[in-house]
Every structure is written in C-alpha cells, then in structure tokens.
C-alpha cells in the first residue's frame, strides 16, 4: 500500500492551500482538485445534503428508494482524471449520480449513518457497483468515503475513488480534510443566514420606517350603523385565518380597517406588510411579491426577500389587488394555496405562511364575471367580505372625523385654540365628499392651517346632494344645474385620469385602433399617450 504522499501528493500542502480557503464555492472545487490532482486518484467528489429543488423529485432516477423527502445529496463539486486519455477530467456535477437519497446506495447510507468506509477490491467486484466496466477501465480498486459531520452534524459526503489502495493512515489524514471543509461549510452557512437575516431586517426597518412617516391615525373614528357592523365584522373575522377583501370607493378607510384587523389577530406581533398594487411597474410585479436572487435581471445587485417572505408569520395587506396582471394572479393563487414560492432565479422553494388581507375599489366580482380578474383567485380572497361605505351614505360619521382631525392638526400646528362649530359641521355634512375621509382630512387640514380668529372656514364646493344619499353621485351632479359644483384642479384631474382608466378598460388597455381608447376619448393616440403619462396613468 502506498504512503498518503504517494497517493495523493504532500498532504501537508493540500492541507495548507485548502486552510486559506472558507469561502465554500470556492474552497470545495479547490478540494477535490487538489485531492485528485494525481493520477492515482479516478474521482473526487462531494454532496451536501439539502432540501429538494422545485420538481426535482419528479426527475430523479432514485426516487423509488428515498423514502425521506425533506433532504437529499446533492452533488456540489466533482474532479477526476481518465486513465485512457490523460488529457480528460471528470468536472461534471450533473450526471447520473447528481443525487441521492439518504440512506440510499453506499454514499447514502454515509450520510444516514455518520460512518466512513473503506474498500480496496473494488475490482473483486461487488454487487452495488452499477458500471464495473467503468472501474475495470479506469483500473479503480479503491473507495473511500466520509461524512462530512460538524458538531455532530452530517452535511454532506466525500467521496474518493482511487487506483490504489487506500491505507488506513492515508484514511485518518482523509479524516482531518473531512472536518476541515464540514467547519467551513457549517460557517458559509451560519454566514449566508446572518446575511439573510441582515438584509431581512434592513429591509423591515425601511418599511417600518416608511409606514411610520405615512400613517397619521391607526383607530376607525366613526359611529354610524354601517361602521357599527364593519366592527363586528372585524371582531368576528380578525381571530381567524380568513383571508378578507375590503370593498369600498378610494378614501373610505379600506386600510384603517386592515389594520384593525391585523391589531386583534393573533399575529400582531408579526409584521403587517403592505403592497400598493396599483403602484408596482409590471415588470416589477414578481421580484416585489417574490424576491429575486441577486443577477437574476438587470438591475438585480442583491438577493432580495419579496413582500410575502417579509410577511411570514404575519399579514400581507394587498391594496388596490384589481391592479394584479392576470398572469401574476395565477401565481399568485398558488402561494396562497400552497404557501410556497421561488424567488426569481431561484431554484429552491421556500415556505411562507401568511394571512391576506386585500382591498379594491373596484367592481372585482364583475370583474371576475366578465374575465378581467380570475375567478379561483376572487373566491379564495373574498372568503369574508367587508364593505366599507363611503362617507357621504354615513354623514353621522363627518362631525367625529372632523374633530379627531382637527384634534391632530391643531395639536401638531400648536394651535389648541382652534375649534369646530355646529356651524361647521353642518356645512361638512352638507358636502357629499367624493373623495371620502381622505378628503375630509386634508381639509380640515387646509383650514387648520389658513384659520384665523380660531375660525375656522372650509373650501368646499357648493353643496351637490339632491336630496337623497346615493353611490352614483357624479350622475345625479350631471343633472344638478345653478348647483353645479366647482371641483378644484386637482380634483378635475383626477376625474380626467378615472375618465381614461375607464376608456382603456373598455378598450382591455388598447390606445391605438378603431377600439382603442383614443377613438373611444376622441382625441388623437398620441395625445391619449402623452395624457396617459403626464397623469401618470399605468
Ligand atoms: N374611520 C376612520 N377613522 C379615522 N381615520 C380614518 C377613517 N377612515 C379613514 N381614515 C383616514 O383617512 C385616510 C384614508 O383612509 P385609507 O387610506 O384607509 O383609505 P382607503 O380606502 O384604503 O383608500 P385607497 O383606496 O385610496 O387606498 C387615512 O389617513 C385614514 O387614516
């Protein structure tokens, strides 16, 4: 039997060159070249052990014998040398051997059992080799094999295949290269986690940080029957795993509601992420719910959790989710029935386990009806409904938002003595506000700000209502006449942007052609675009 030197070349050096080497891409294709730098080696290789990729089970050749599922080995590095043709090395990591199950074959029942072993006739022949031609040919007679165990723990198998027998000392000093690259991946790893768990928390401190500066008031100011039963509805839902859809025009307080939701569930203690669907560039749409891995598109510097693996454990508010492109919703559907996803330009699948909350100020049945939202995915969200009226059909609720409004500007202006009037009141009811609580707010705010005297005077438009309460308010203004609002710039915009968003829904998104938005508006394509973008319409 030769000396370790005389197999594998001074083992001191590779032991050296492999000690200034943790990190593991780069220090495991180091250790099998180095350990079958010699022709005396065929084939060094390693496998770690690690959960199954997206589908791979299905593929593999083995799975008839892996009886445990959550992990297997998978080939990482592998480097060998051909004894009929001194120019061939054996670098592929993708061959028949690319996994095996644990406990599985002869490098399988390594990682089951935590045990090396040892053989020097492979060339008696044994039953479990499957190509003894190949050993013939290659003249291997050896193999020698060991776990790769830190703290107790198998990570993965070495494996070595020799043309000469392997001796028992030459094992020890394979020993010591065994723990020496099980320490150095049990630390890659323990470092990739920090960097996972680093980048995790920087990312839920910026949005923290965001959502902290964006949310002035977290409570349902209001009184009126309609928000009496919303609150019951709350109670009732808020304990249970349920996902729920929040149905109302924009402003009416969808988001305060999936807040109070969150707050009396049992994860609030866990994150309440949001997304503005309405808000995300198309092309954007996956990496945000997803993640990506880093180099997967242009522009993708770092690995990246999407928002959903930043709500595991928590509540993932969807705003504005009529906006999804249908291609992602079906995606979409199946993380949350599944629970699982990929980042892009990852393999690997990751389990989350997060609570919808989702909102829409559109007509999402219909729009399930009529093909424009997927109908699975509308059923699974609108499990519980809640529907949130708008202000003007619940003018009992003006006078307590007006004053808890009030309450915060004044105190934040440092004006204690500004105050609300019966007067002001009344004329606040009197107004049928299309823009709903949020426009309520910034009213109160511009006159906190412009009162003078403790006085207070508010900038609306003329009073709109015809008598009774109704969600088709801009129809029944078409037919008011010496009533006829003024609506403020602003506010002209906006309703020039909904008039567009209409038209190009009619038109399923198409600008150009006979039934294309343009034609529908009357006006020439290139001035619809050019609309389109200056509204900042998507
Ligand atoms: N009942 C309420 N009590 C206190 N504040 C409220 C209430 N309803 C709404 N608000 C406030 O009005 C503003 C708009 O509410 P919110 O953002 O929840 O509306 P939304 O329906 O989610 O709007 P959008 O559809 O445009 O996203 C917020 O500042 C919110 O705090």
Known sequence: ?????????????????????????ELLPAAVRLLAQRSTIALARIW?????????????????????????????????????????????ADGKFRRFPQGGRKIGRIASTGESMLINTLQEGHEWIVSPEWIHRQQIVALAGLPLVYRGETLGVLAIFAREPIEQSCQEWLHMIADHLAAAIANARAIEEIEELKSHLELENEYLREEVAGTAFGDLVGRSPALDTIAQQINLVAPTESSVLILGESGTGKEVVARELHRRSSRRDRPLIKVNCAAIPRELYESEFFGHSKGSFTGALRDRAGRFELADGGTLFLDEIGEIPLDLQAKLLRVL???????????????????????????????????????????????????????????????????????????????????????????????????????????????????????????LPKPARTGSRSPKHASKREGANSSEPIYTMAEMRDREADNIRRALEHSDGKVYGKNGAAARLGVKPTTLASRIKSLGIR
């Open 48 to 92: 770690l052990l690690r959960p199954p990729l997206h589908g791979d089970c299905g593929k593999c050749a083995l799975a008839d014998e892996c009886h445990q599922r959550d992990r297997c080995l998978h080939l990482v590095t592998s480097y060998g040398n051909s004894a009929t043709d001194e120019q061939e090395h054996w670098t592929r």
């Open 1 to 25: 039997m030769l000396e370790t030197n005389a197999i594998f070349g001074d083992p001191k050096q590779i032991l050296l060159a492999l000690s200034g080497q943790h990190h593991l891409p």
């Open 337 to 459: 029935q599944e629970g699982e996803l990929e980042r892009i330009g990852e393999e690997r699948t990751r389990k989350v386990n997060v609570r919808i909350i989702a909102a829409t100020n559109r007509e999402l049945r219909q729009e399930a009806l009529e093909g424009r939202f997927r109908q699975d995915l509308y059923y699974r969200l609108s499990v519980f409904p809640i529907e949130v009226p708008p202000l003007r059909d619940r003018l009992e609720d003006v006078g307590l938002l007006a004053e808890h409004f009030l309450a915060r500007y004044s105190r934040q202006l440092g004006r204690a003595e500004l105050r609300l009037t019966l007067g002001n009141v009344k004329q606040l009811q009197e107004y049928d506000w299309p823009g709903n609580v949020r426009e309520l707010q910034h009213v109160i705010e511009r006159a906190a700000i412009v009162a003078s005297n403790g006085r207070l005077t508010f900038d």
